[in-house]
């Protein structure tokens, strides 16, 4: 089927149903500049219904933004292709860094969809300070936050927020807590997330049952200028299912802890310092949760990570210098077998040392410039590695001993360079160029993975790999361009780009016949292992969100994607990448209530990966269904229905599935999307 026949029904047929404050009519996003036609910078997610503990649901609203889905609470962010640690997703400001060498606890788990308080996204080149290693975009998600009083009394504020959903009985709820008053705030937050297995026309996803709390402790003080936070998280995920990965979590659970200071300067500038530590623990298995094959498997892993930024911003420019470090290991045991243990990582370390500049102004009254330079220091590291099996296989040994004896310590120096123009064109009109340098260095997945296994950062294709401790950066050379046009009844803003990537890194078909050996005899359905490798590569594509306010109570709304992801040096497409979505929306708004009906249509993707084996995915149409009432100003109620007839789907960028015995899904098979479900949510603000 054509990949743009769903468009023009995309643009017809209704809408999902923002829950923005209700108006007597309807409200055009804030603008950036008053008088000006360009969106708000960094992009904000408008406020949305929760009917799923999955924070990813709301990312996947964004223009040019999707997930890699691996289970119920491992959203993966995609951007224009883009994943993994390609894109920098900061939750509360800090990049987390994941416990699990598949990304389990993927950065999206540790803020669960109750506790958001909003998403926002640099549209398309991100600066230069937003963060490190920024190649496919920085995204942010900050949680609910209490603010300050505004005299000397103490208030007591609160949120409450839960809900259910009939598909996998899931429940979630979160409650927020503070006092404050106007130079000191204590917040108190936790949340539970629990669902049974999820269901879809023609059976249930196995296993897919869930479970997730968190707990958060801030104390804010505020004066003359100076302000200081302290937020102390911890996040523990019980037994969870992950049916595109070899294994399901068991547990994934640690603390987060920030500190950042901020000081007002009589000159006008303001100076800000933060640090932050992390320490986390992850054990998974493939016979807890489902069926137990001839070979039992656990594994704990581990991550210790600690960071710092300080930087300082006076009349348009931003300087800085920031940083982290970060330790992980992981371990590999038989149950049935307590001689049994294979190193997987072993103390292996990634520090990051940076320093930017950046600088925002006007060049005349036409033309506002964005320029930035970011030069950065990656170092890597690993220890010796072991496993019980290269007593009695002897390829194993040549294989950990190669790993052994080679150099492992790795430097790499990366630049990223931004220069973005806009020009107002009219009142209403705004035109946004934007050229970039940007550049990533290898994860230590693809460095230190010295045995072939599927520990691959949540690749979820079913085969195995193989890390190159030789890997160099990849770099891309990023093209942007785009409109912001804006009246008193219309908004559209779209955004074609294109990457030049050289040095991607991806999989190919592994010709070390050591490496072949081990793996075909470990796990002989996989077919031939991949090496990590660097491979040339482009994106190009065009996103867009547009808005269209049919009269004082009708709107019509919603976002369109498109990325192409294809290497250069072969005829092969890249991995995993979106087929075309559109969201359309459209919603009937009162002083106290609002409903809509929301369309996703999503174009068949043909362009697969022939390396991976990937999958074709046929294209398909989603109808949900939403209605907010507004019963007083402090309490709110949600409803909807999603994927209102129940329609039978594969998303292509859910995984394939690898638990046997279940007669709904067949093992390799590509996971379904969720079926039917009626859900229910309440806020209620105090």
């Known amino acids: 089927m054509d990949r743009f026949a769903f468009l023009p029904l995309s643009l017809l047929i209704t809408a999902s149903l923002p829950t923005t404050a209700l108006a007597d009519h309807v409200e055009l996003p804030t603008m950036s500049v008053a008088g000006t036609a360009g969106e708000m910078t960094p992009y904000a997610l408008p406020e949305t ?18 997930i890699n889905q691996n289970g119920p609470l491992t959203s993966i962010v995609q951007y224009r292709g883009l994943f993994g640690d390609r894109v920098n997703v900061l939750i509360d400001g800090v990049r987390i860094s994941q416990a699990g060498p598949n ?57 409450l927020s839960s809900g259910y959903a009939s598909n996998g009985d899931t429940r979630f709820g979160s409650v927020t807590g503070s006092i404050a008053d106007q130079h000191h705030r204590l917040q108190l937050s936790a949340s539970l997330d629990r669902g049974n297995d999820l269901e879809f026309d023609g059976g249930k996803i196995l296993p897919s049952e869930h479970e997730r709390d968190t707990v958060g402790l801030a104390y804010g003080f505020k004066q ?35 500190a950042q200071l901020s000081q007002s300067l009589e000159n006008g500038g303001k100076l800000r310092a933060k640090v932050h530590y992390q320490d986390a623990d992850h054990r998974m298995d493939n016979y807890s949760l489902r069926p137990a094959g001839m070979l039992q498997r656990h594994t704990d892993s581990d991550v210790i990570a600690q960071g710092y930024r300080i930087d300082y911003s006076q009349s348009g420019w931003q300087v800085g210098i920031e940083g982290d470090t970060t330790e992980h290991n992981a371990d590999i045991f038989d149950p049935t077998n307590t001689m049994f243990r294979t190193q997987n990582f072993n103390n292996v370390e990634r520090d ?28 890597t590291d690993a220890g010796q590695v072991d496993s019980s099996m290269a007593m009695m296989m002897a390829p194993i040994a040549s294989l950990r001993d190669r790993f052994n004896s080679a150099d492992r310590s790795q430097q790499d120096n990366l630049a990223d360079i931004v220069v973005k123009f806009t020009r107002t064109l009219t009142s209403a009109l705004d035109l946004e160029i934007g050229l970039a340098r940007k550049q990533r260095a290898p994860s230590y997945q693809e460095r230190y993975l010295w045995l072939p296994l599927q520990s691959t950062s949540g690749l979820a294709d079913g085969k195995n790999y193989v890390g190159n401790i030789e890997l160099d950066p990849e770099t891309a050379y990023q093209l942007e361009l785009g409109l912001d046009w804006h009246t008193s009844k219309a908004a559209f803003s779209p955004r074609v780009f294109y990457h030049h990537i050289n040095d991607y890194i991806q999989g190919v078909s592994s010709a070390d016949t050591t490496v072949n050996m081990v793996s075909n005899n470990m796990n002989p359905t996989a077919g031939t292992p991949l090496q990590f490798s660097n491979v040339d590569a482009r994106l190009y594509g065009i996103d867009t969100n547009w808005l269209l306010a049919l009269t004082d109570n009708w709107q019509l709304d919603g976002t369109i994607s498109y990325v192409r992801g294809k290497r250069r040096d072969t005829s092969d497409n890249l991995y995993r990448i979106a087929p075309l979505t559109a969201r359309t929306m459209l919603s009937y708004i009162r002083p106290d209530w609002r409903a809509g009906v929301e369309a996703v249509t999503v174009a068949a993707q043909n362009q697969v990966s022939a390396e991976n084996d990937e999958q074709q995915t046929g294209a398909y149409a989603l109808f949900n269904l939403a209605a907010q009432y507004a019963v007083s100003d402090r309490l709110t109620v949600n409803a909807g229905i999603n994927n209102l007839f129940d329609r039978f789907y ?24 969720l079926g039917r479900s009626v859900y229910i949510s309440l806020n209620l603000d105090w």
């Open 103 to 159: 990304r389990m606890d993927s950065p999206l788990s540790y803020l669960p969809a109750s506790r958001v308080g909003n998403i926002t996204l640099y549209r398309g080149i991100a600066p230069v300070s937003s963060g490190i290693e920024t190649i496919g975009g920085t995204i942010m998600a900050e949680s609910k936050k209490a603010a300050f009083a505004s005299g000397d009394e103490a208030e007591i504020h609160g949120n």
């Open 352 to 379: 990051r040392f940076s320093a930017f500049a950046e600088w925002n102004g006007a060049l005349n009254d036409d033309w506002q410039l964005e320029s930035g330079l970011r030069l950065s220091r990656i170092e």
């Open 650 to 673: 594969q998303d292509h960028l859910a995984g394939y599935n690898r638990v046997s015995g279940n007669a709904d899904i067949a093992v390799g098979d590509r996971l379904p999307g």
């Open 49 to 66: 219904a929760v009917s799923s503990p999955d924070s990813g649901e709301m990312v996947k609203k964004l223009p040019g933004a999707n």
């Open 224 to 258: 003359k200028g100076t302000e200081l936070e302290l937020e102390l998280d911890h996040h523990d995920t019980g037994r969870t299912g992950t049916p595109a990965l070899p294994m399901d979590i068991i547990w994934a659970r640690g603390e987060n802890l920030k």
